[in-house]
Structures are given as C-alpha cells and as structure tokens.
C-alpha cells in the first residue's frame, strides 16, 4: 500500500427506523455515526425484541468505546477486529448468564476513514457499499448467510436463492459462539469515494442497480438516506431499516458519473413479474402492492409491448416513436402494421398448411388420438425438498401420521430412522423437533448428517447443513427450558421473605 496519505474532508448522514411491521415494536438495529473520529457502523440484532435490541447495542458500545480511547499511531485494522471480537465475547457471555438473552446475537458492519485508508470489518448480513468516483459501485462484504454460502459455493442459484424459506438464516453473527472470524480489508480510497452502510432492512427492498442511482444522482446524503426509507416504506417495510452514507473528499459532479449509468430495473420504470402459489406469474407493480417482489429479486422481466419501448431497447430512431410516445398517426400506422402481420401470419398458416410435412400429414387418421401436451419438465430436487419441508412446517403431527409410513414401505426398514434417505430423515427430525419431541429429532438429525456424508452430493450438503441448524435450535431450546427450570427451582426453594434461616 502507498505511503503517501492524502487528507480528505468526510461527510456523512445516517438515519433508522423501525419499520412498519406491528411484530417489531423495537428497533433492533443499532448504529455508529461518529464524524468527529471518522468511524462508523451498522448492527442488525436477532433474537426478539429485547434480545436483539441488547446485542445490536452492546456491539455498537464495545466499538465506540474501543475507538474513543484509541491512541496515535494505533493499528486501526487490529483496533477493529479487537473490538469486534471482545463485543462476540460480552453478547456470547450475557446470552449464557441470561435466560431471556440466550437467543440473541447481531450482525455488525464497521468502516473507520483517515486520510485516504479506509479499513472495514463484517460479521452477518449487513452491507458495505463503496462507490468510485466515476459512478461504479462494488459491494465490499459477503454475506455470511446459509443460503447466500450456497450460491457461492454454486449448489444454488441467485434465484432460488431470492425466495428461500432460509434467505434470512445467517450463518455468522456476534454472539452465537464463544469465538468468532471477522472479515477485515483496508484499502486506500480516491478524492470523492462514498461508502455506504446498511442492514437487510434496506436490501430486502432497494436492488443494488438502485443504490448504485440514488447515490450517483443525489449529492445531498442525507437526502439520499429519506428516500431509501421512503422506498422500503413504499413496499412494504416489514424489516427495521438502518442506513450510513459516508463520503470521503469532494463530490464529483453529477454529469461526470452519469456516461455509464445504465437504466434501473426499478418498481417504478419496469414491470416486475412474482410467482404466484399456483405457479402463475403476476405482474408486480407499485400498484400491485400485495405482491410486490424488490426489483433485486426480480431476474426475467416480460417481453415489451409498447412501440416506445421496443425502439428505445432497439435503438431506433424514430422521431416519430420518440416524441414523447409519437404522433397519434404514427401509433395507428404501426397498429395497422401489426394487424397486417398477424393477418398474414394467418393467411399463411391456412394456405400453406397442406404442403409443409411437420405441420400436417395428408393421410389423417379416422379417429385422430387426443395431442398429448408437452412433457412437463422435471421438478428440480431442491424444488420438491422446499415444497415438503413447507407441508412439515405447516402441520407437522399430519405429516408424521400419513408419510413416515410411506417411507417405511418404499424403503423396506421398520424403524423411520433406519432409512437410507438423508432427505426423510431430516424431515423426519424436523416434524419431531416442532412437536415437542426433541429426542426423537436428535437421533433423525444426526442420522441425516451421517447419510449426507455417506453419499455426498450438493443435495445432501444443504440437508446437512439444515440437519446442523436443527441440532443448533434444539441446543438453543433446551438451554432455555434449562433456566426456566433452574428458576422454578430457585423460586419454589426460597424461603419466605419474613422467615428466619435456621
């Protein structure tokens, strides 16, 4: 890295807020915004209410106490990890001395600017964002979700990804372990470079193309953080939202990033399309509010139909088309056009219909056999695991009851956990897990995690994966009936306030 250092001026703005879902009366993100030091973060905290609210903030303290007693000539990237690490320490301890804590931890993004070094440390699914100064934005973290890791690692698709049932599980957070891996970078930054920190509550709405526009097309940062509340609002806002803009140096002028802008798909300039449960898709609009899908989910827009858009997507210039939609004579020309050609579209089909071989025989037969409609393609592995994990979800005691027999019969075995199915047998453990049977569903996950290694494949390594988290939720269940019951325990055992020990 250079030497030399430049001194930049910093700016920046930041704003939460708790959303409009009634299910989250708390903020349970939390933030640093420190211009004075020049450091900065972002935490999402996970556990429920009180929970999360404790261990988003707790993570905040540790880094701002850690960075008010920061002494020259530190080493910021070590300060940062140090920081992060002792606030996994002080959740990860609260969450094991406290029954009502013992579910909590929280994500944590951090940037720390001097001079023209920017150092960055992650932990979650939080984000950090930098912008160059001709306009081009990168995502600076990973996030350390499951199915995120899966995508990765190429077992799934972005796609199936977008609409996973776990999209929102992560793998990695403060807290959950007695130790924890920080992700931590330093790089050096040029005159006009933003940064941009946020929690999920922001992406979950707001595509990374969007961002990528509001910060080229907005100079004012505060500005900019109203309108992505106004946007996460607009759809739905069901998550706490928290965001941190940061610009280090002079901001170049608008007209100077916008050569290589290229268009948004957006809620607002194009249509998005959601599977519907039938399997139909519907258009989503910002009308169609109810089944709104944030354009970063969005991956096969519909072909366009209006002459505007199909000569704006072909680069035709057509003065006519591009007057502001054109004249009316030109729409009706091209409307005429297109009768034309779907009359002779027509026309050629009847004529010439006998005379092209795969289109019709000569001979037909006397009692013609009924079309049979095009083979259906097979339902992908990982689609037909999420639709029966959804039906366990849903009722596990049915499933129980109608389809472990199924299995005992197609896999010739007497006890549910002697099948060779890796997938069952983590289905199995998960129905027992949601009844109340946490032996049972000890056994069948750790059954699934042996035939998962028994016979690898990408399939088996998400089943294995899952059958982790289960045996993860049971630890964390059975810790916290552990100190309900120690608590019972202590409370029936005391003696009377006005009694006297003997």
């Given at each position: 890295?250079?030497?030399?250092?430049?001194?930049?001026?910093?700016?920046?703005?930041?704003?939460?807020d708790?959303?409009?879902?009634?299910?989250?009366?708390?903020?349970?993100?939390a933030?640093?915004?420190?211009?004075?030091?020049?450091?900065?973060?972002?935490?999402?905290?996970?556990?429920?209410?009180?929970?999360?609210?404790?261990?988003?903030?707790?993570?905040?303290?540790?880094?701002?106490?850690?960075?008010?007693?920061?002494?020259?000539?530190?080493?910021?990237?070590?300060?940062?990890?140090?920081?992060?690490?002792?606030?996994?320490?002080?959740?990860?301890?609260?969450?094991?001395?406290?029954?009502?804590?013992?579910?909590?931890?929280?994500?944590?993004v951090?940037?720390?600017?001097?001079?023209?070094?920017?150092?960055?440390?992650?932990?979650?699914?939080?984000?950090?964002?930098?912008?160059?100064?001709?306009?081009?934005?990168?995502?600076?973290?990973?996030?350390?979700?499951?199915?995120?890791?899966?995508?990765?690692?190429?077992?799934?698709?972005?796609?199936?990804?977008?609409?996973?049932?776990?999209?929102?599980?992560?793998?990695?957070?403060?807290?959950?372990?007695?130790?924890?891996?920080?992700?931590?970078?330093?790089?050096?930054?040029?005159?006009?470079?933003?940064?941009?920190?946020?929690?999920?509550?922001?992406?979950?709405?707001?595509?990374?193309?969007?961002?990528?526009?509001?910060?080229?097309?907005?100079?004012?940062?505060?500005?900019?953080?109203?309108?992505?509340?106004?946007?996460?609002?607009?759809?739905?806002?069901?998550?706490?939202?928290?965001?941190?803009?940061?610009?280090?140096?002079?901001?170049?002028?608008?007209?100077?990033?916008?050569?290589?802008?290229?268009?948004?798909?957006?809620?607002?300039?194009?249509?998005?399309?959601?599977?519907?449960?039938?399997?139909?898709?519907v258009?989503a609009?910002?009308?169609?509010?109810?089944?709104f899908?944030?354009?970063?989910?969005?991956?096969?827009?519909?072909?366009?139909?209006?002459?505007?858009?199909?000569?704006?997507?072909?680069?035709v210039?057509?003065?006519?088309?591009?007057?502001?939609?054109?004249?009316?004579?030109?729409?009706?020309?091209?409307?005429?056009?297109?009768?034309?050609?779907?009359?002779g579209?027509?026309?050629?089909?009847?004529?010439?219909?006998?005379?092209?071989?795969?289109?019709?025989?000569?001979?037909?037969?006397?009692?013609?056999?009924?079309?049979?409609?095009?083979?259906?393609?097979?339902?992908?592995?990982?689609?037909?695991?999420?639709r029966?994990?959804?039906?366990?979800?849903?009722?596990?005691?049915?499933?129980?009851?109608?389809?472990v027999?199924?299995?005992l019969?197609?896999?010739?075995?007497?006890?549910?956990?002697?099948?060779?199915?890796?997938?069952?047998l983590?289905?199995?453990g998960?129905?027992?897990?949601?009844?109340?049977?946490?032996?049972?569903?000890?056994?069948?996950?750790?059954?699934?995690?042996?035939?998962?290694?028994?016979?690898?494949?990408?399939?088996?390594?998400?089943?294995?994966?899952?059958?982790?988290?289960?045996?993860?939720?049971?630890?964390?269940?059975?810790?916290r009936?552990?100190w309900k019951?120690?608590?019972?325990?202590?409370?029936?055992t005391?003696?009377?306030?006005?009694?006297?020990?003997?």
């Open positions: 890295m250079s030497e030399d250092r430049k001194t930049f001026k910093v700016q920046s703005s930041a704003l939460s708790r959303g409009l879902n009634e299910r989250r009366p708390l903020n349970e993100d933030f640093l915004h420190d211009p004075a030091r020049n450091v900065f973060a972002v935490a999402d905290g996970v556990g429920g209410a009180e929970a999360g609210e404790v261990a988003s903030q707790t993570a905040i303290e540790v880094l701002d106490e850690a960075f008010r007693h920061q002494v020259d000539g530190a080493d910021v990237e070590d300060l940062m990890e140090l920081a992060i690490q002792r606030a996994n320490a002080s959740i990860h301890q609260m969450a094991q001395e406290h029954a009502k804590f013992s579910m909590m931890a929280t994500t944590i951090a940037l720390h600017v001097k001079d023209n070094i920017a150092t960055f440390g992650h932990v979650g699914d939080s984000r950090l964002y930098r912008l160059t100064p001709d306009g081009q934005l990168h995502r600076e973290t990973e996030d350390h979700s499951i199915v995120e890791e899966e995508v990765r690692a190429g077992r799934m698709t972005p796609e199936q990804a977008a609409n996973h049932p776990s999209k929102n599980v992560i793998s990695r957070a403060l807290g959950a372990e007695q130790g924890v891996e920080v992700d931590m970078k330093t790089i050096e930054v040029e005159d006009g470079t933003e940064f941009l920190l946020c929690t999920d509550g922001i992406t979950r709405h707001v595509s990374d193309n969007e961002l990528r526009q509001l910060l080229v097309l907005n100079g004012d940062l505060e500005e900019v953080c109203n309108e992505l509340k106004r946007r996460c609002y607009e759809r739905g806002a069901e998550d706490n939202l928290t965001v941190v803009i940061v610009r280090v140096g002079e901001r170049l002028h608008a007209d100077d990033r916008l050569a290589e802008l290229e268009p948004t798909i957006s809620p607002e300039t194009q249509a998005a399309y959601a599977p519907k449960p039938n399997g139909q898709p258009v609009t910002a009308q169609n509010e109810g089944s899908i944030p354009a970063s989910r969005v991956a096969f827009p519909g072909p366009p139909t209006d002459p505007a858009v199909v000569h704006e997507r072909l680069n210039a057509d003065p006519a088309v591009r007057a502001k939609g054109g004249s009316g004579a030109a729409k009706l020309l091209w409307f005429v056009i297109v009768l034309a050609l779907i009359g579209a027509f026309y050629a089909g009847a004529r010439f219909k006998e005379r092209i071989p795969f289109l019709a025989s000569k001979v037909q037969p006397a009692n013609p056999a009924p079309v049979a409609s095009a083979t259906p393609k097979p339902e992908e592995p990982f689609v037909q695991f999420e029966t994990r959804r039906q366990v979800d849903q009722d596990p005691r049915a499933w129980l009851a109608n389809d027999g199924k299995e019969v197609s896999a010739g075995v007497q006890n549910a956990l002697d099948s060779p199915n890796a997938e069952f983590y289905l199995y998960r129905a027992n897990l949601l009844t109340g049977n946490t032996d049972e569903a000890v056994k069948a996950f750790d059954a699934a995690i042996a035939k998962a290694d028994a016979t690898p494949s990408p399939t088996n390594a998400t089943i294995k994966k899952e059958a982790i988290l289960g045996l993860a939720a049971l630890s964390f269940r059975t810790n009936d552990r019951t120690l608590n019972q325990y202590e409370e029936l005391k003696p009377p306030a006005n009694s006297s020990a003997p």
